[in-house]
């Protein structure tokens, strides 16, 4: 074959068909860059879009999160203070004696008979530096004594929980003011952590 034959004859080729094949060669680049760097390109700058929406979003919750910082350090501070209060107020471990012994003068006080005191299993627990002690008391006296006796448990502070309370009644033939045997179930909280703290 001869080169000179594939040579393309220019000089031969109408004014018309050059035109034809640079409006299609033109044609053909046109889209070749619309497809491969202009829809590209314009995906990207979507996509860029969004993530500055999001990013302007974040700013505004940090610039409104920085604004309420003082509110929010505020506020933390009262509630260290609340629970350091509360701490304070809870009796330590060595003193829970004292307090049953506070049992023993209330039924004294309401003219029952405090029978029973148990340990029992607390329904509370995880709470920093604070256990919870349950503890089971049984009661046997006339109505209006365990009436008051349960009045003075359910006003104690709030360091005591008072859980459940059953009754039942002894069979003496009183219907006016009949002997209850009586089980209180209740959690003690007492503060377990430093004393300096």
Do not use: H
């Not at 497809?35 to 940090?62: H, K, T």
């Not at 003075?152 to 709030?158: A, C, D, F, G, P």
Request: glycine share 6%.
């Amino acid at each position: 074959m001869n080169l000179s034959s594939l040579k393309l004859n220019l000089p031969r080729l109408k004014q018309r068909d050059i035109t034809l094949i640079i409006l299609v060669v033109t044609l053909l680049l046109a889209v070749a860059w619309y497809f491969y760097m202009f829809n590209p390109s314009r995906d990207r700058i979507r996509e860029l879009d969004v993530n500055i929406s999001d990013l302007q979003a974040e700013i505004a919750q940090g610039e409104n999160a920085k604004a309420n910082l003082p509110e929010l350090e505020a506020n933390l501070a009262r509630a260290k203070q609340a629970r350091d209060d509360f701490l304070a107020e809870l009796p330590q471990e060595s003193e829970v004696a004292r307090l049953l012994d506070s049992f023993r003068q209330e039924a004294t006080d309401n003219n029952i008979v405090l029978s029973s005191i148990n340990r029992s299993s607390s329904r509370f627990n995880g709470i920093a530096d604070v256990r919870a002690l349950g503890f089971s008391l049984s009661t046997t006296g006339d109505f209006g004594s365990t009436m008051g006796f349960l009045s003075s448990l359910e006003t104690l502070k709030r360091f005591t929980k008072l859980g459940s309370v059953s009754f039942s009644v002894q069979s003496d033939g009183s219907t006016d003011n009949p002997e209850l045997n009586t089980n209180y179930e209740l959690d003690v909280f007492v503060y377990t952590g430093s004393a300096g703290e």
